[in-house]
């Protein structure tokens, strides 16, 4: 079992910044893959951002350019840096690791884009 805890959710602006940070409670150093996911009102989840083996990044078209994903093995810790936040981002943020066996989600964290 893997507990993952999700932070700096929020309310801002259009074209403010947030930074969510996702703790995992073993290392994160050989994982299969890491990364955040989100899930706005009646839509599905989808990627937003992550890691893959061997540190490759993958990230959604419409996040490219003002997202960015980071880690710190250190501190088994994800972050995603979001930049130019737009209504649209608007949705629970969710982390999601992935081992070779399985996969774990945290709680979410909801991130409000609004004027």
């Known amino acids: 079992q893997v507990q993952l805890v999700e932070s700096g959710g929020g309310l801002v602006q259009p074209g403010g910044s947030l930074r969510l940070s996702c703790a995992a409670s073993?290392?994160?150093?050989?994982?299969?893959?890491m990364g955040w996911y989100r899930q706005a009102p009646g839509k599905e989840r989808e990627l937003v951002a992550r890691?893959?083996?061997?540190?490759?990044?993958n990230y959604a078209d419409s996040v490219k350019g003002r997202f960015a994903i980071s880690r710190d093995d250190a501190k088994n810790t994800v972050y995603l840096q979001m930049n130019s936040l737009k209504v649209e981002d608007t949705a629970v943020y969710y982390c999601?690791?992935?081992?070779?066996?399985?996969?774990?989600w945290g709680q979410g964290t909801q991130v409000t884009v609004s004027s």
């Open positions: 999601n690791i992935v081992l070779p066996s399985s996969s774990f």
């Open positions: 073993r290392s994160i150093f050989s994982i299969t893959a």
């Open positions: 890691f893959t083996r061997g540190g490759s990044t």
